[in-house]
């Protein structure tokens, strides 16, 4: 069943708004304001030495972040002087090969040591765990080519690919 709306006239609402205000109020914000502090004294305060102890891990958090940002500033570094280093060397000994390859006098000397240090290298490279490794192994495809040029000049008989451009 429905409720009917309450009739009131203007002066008995306006009679009950002023009752409220000078009687209920009051009392109202009186219980809020005990509750409010009834509530804070309930909660311990913070220790002192918390706030200290924050303040401290935030600046040594502030320290690593700028830390963690140069080192990864010098790896960035190191990573660009690593790469320019290893084509350089691959350059270098592609310029060898190739100057040996022009000399048929030259083909059969030295086949004791080329071949271990091909191996060592390529091992080398294998095993890579760094942050250069990708760079690494995209250098592997031309040592690969260097070592069939290089059982080319042993005498192996491999077919001669041809050189990559530096």
Not at 28 to 34: C, H, K
Not at 55 to 67: D, F, G, Q, S, T
Request: charged letters at 25%; hydrophobic letters at 50%; glycine letters at 4%.
């Amino acid at each position: 069943m429905a409720k009917a709306a309450m009739q009131v006239t203007p002066e008995e609402a306006r009679f009950l708004r002023r009752f409220f205000r000078l009687q209920a109020l009051p009392w109202m914000v009186a219980f809020s304001i005990v509750a409010i502090v009834a509530a804070r004294m309930a909660v311990p305060a913070a220790d002192p030495g918390l706030q200290m102890q924050v303040a401290e891990a935030k600046a040594v958090m502030l320290a690593i972040r700028a830390e963690n940002a140069a080192l990864r500033t010098e790896l960035d570094a190191v990573g660009q002087r690593i790469q320019t280093a290893v084509d350089r060397r691959l350059a270098a000994v592609e310029g060898r090969v190739a100057a040996v390859e022009k000399r048929p006098s030259a083909r059969a000397k030295d086949d004791s040591a080329v071949g271990p240090r091909i191996a060592r290298l390529e091992e080398r490279l294998a095993s890579a765990t760094t942050s250069q490794e990708t760079v690494t192994r995209s250098n592997l495809s031309r040592l690969k080519d260097l070592e069939v040029r290089m059982q080319h000049l042993e005498g192996v008989g491999a077919t001669l690919p041809a050189a990559p451009a530096p």
